[in-house]
């Protein structure tokens, strides 16, 4: 069973830039997964930051980048601020039929 | 503006079944695709069900295969989640969420707030 994968936790420093990463325990991550980004507050509904590797959702600034990465997909940060800290997960399309999620990375900033 | 909003969750016994809703407005529904993904308390995200815009190609997580069962009324801009035989570890925030629209790939974008589904005996 594939299983997709996100570091627990991340700390940055204020202003520091932040490269969190996606990756799959059995395959490398490509464009046909469609990689995407959700940013989730406490308490708050997930929202869609970046969605096709690359296209950001409306709305969100452009200091949030998707990207593929060696074998992985990548959502950095730059300018990390104090409203960047939360939880952020991945979703990948499998099998040409579903979404699967990471299982989150807490962004620190501090 | 785009609204989905879910009902139905609530507090029920381990096997015992319980039957979500959802509504949606501000868009055409039988154009897009819908998805339902749940949060169990503290948990990550996790993607339960989802159904095409006619309803005729269907998915579902391994976790809840045979047991849940997603519907749509394209009429009545409704999705619903039959949940049957539900077990401890169903308990969770179940989210409706829109999905893509008609052949495009694009993951759940809309999400309601959430109905909270606590199974416990």
């Known amino acids: 069973q594939t299983v997709v994968t996100q570091d627990p936790s991340f700390s940055v420093s204020p202003g520091g830039t932040a490269t969190l990463t996606c990756g799959l325990t059995?395959?490398?991550?490509?464009?046909?997964?469609?990689p995407s980004w959700y940013q989730q507050t406490p308490g708050q509904t997930p929202r869609l930051l970046i969605y096709n590797t690359i296209s950001r959702s409306s709305g969100v600034p452009g200091r949030f980048a998707g990207s593929l990465l060696g074998d992985r997909a990548a959502l950095t940060i730059t300018g990390a601020l104090a409203d960047d800290e939360c939880d952020y997960y991945c979703a990948l399309y499998m099998n040409n039929s579903f979404w699967v999620f990471g299982g989150g990375t807490k962004l620190t900033v501090l | 503006d785009v609204q989905v909003v879910e009902s139905g969750g609530g507090l029920v016994k381990p096997g015992r079944s319980l039957r979500l809703s959802c509504a949606v407005s501000g868009f055409t529904f039988s154009d897009y695709n819908m998805n339902w993904v749940r949060q169990a308390p503290g948990k990550g995200l996790e993607w339960v069900a989802s159904?095409?815009?006619?309803?005729?190609?269907?998915h579902y997580a391994d976790s809840v295969k045979g047991r849940f069962t997603i519907s749509r009324d394209n009429a009545k801009k409704s999705l619903d989640l039959q949940m049957n035989n539900l077990r401890v570890e169903d308990t969770a925030v179940y989210y409706c969420?829109?999905?893509?629209?008609?052949?495009?790939?694009?993951?759940?974008?809309?999400w309601g707030q959430g109905t909270l589904v606590t199974v416990s005996s």
């Open positions: 969420a829109r999905g893509s629209y008609v052949y495009a790939i694009k993951p759940p974008d809309y």
């Open positions: 059995s395959a490398s991550v490509s464009s046909t997964h469609y």
């Open positions: 159904i095409s815009t006619s309803g005729s190609f269907i």
